[in-house]
């Protein structure tokens, strides 16, 4: 069975940077698209980045393009979220999901881990 456990939030600083890690066990991912999604208190859960299976294509939410990058390690059973210049509104819950059809996610999620940027 898949299991994913993301690691690397944390409070930051207004400018500051974030990498997110999210280690998967179980199931080799190197076949899944995988995604980051984020969910802010009273807003909808929404897809941040996500990396194709195949050919590694990204996708990045237009709030986050140029300052995130999403990547997969070199076991292939890590997934990266590489965060700079973070923003207040960039605060959130960020999960990890794998098996992801283009922004929608899949059956897998971690237990997320909370990145609060603020001064």
């Known amino acids: 069975q898949l299991q994913l456990v993301e690691s690397g939030g944390g409070p930051v600083q207004p400018g500051g940077s974030l990498r997110l890690a999210c280690t998967a066990s179980?199931?080799?991912?190197?076949?899944?698209?995988m995604a980051w999604f984020r969910q802010a208190p009273g807003k909808d859960r929404e897809a941040v980045s996500c990396?194709?299976?195949?050919?590694?294509?990204?996708y990045y939410a237009d709030s986050v393009k140029d300052r995130f990058t999403i990547s997969r390690g070199n076991g292939k059973n890590t997934l990266f979220l590489q965060m700079n210049n973070l923003k207040p509104e960039d605060t959130a819950v960020y999960y990890c999901n794998a098996n992801v059809r283009e922004t929608e996610p899949g059956p897998y999620w971690g237990q997320g881990t909370q990145v609060t940027v603020s001064s």
């Open positions: 990396i194709a299976s195949t050919d590694g294509r990204t």
């Open positions: 179980g199931v080799n991912v190197e076949s899944y698209a």
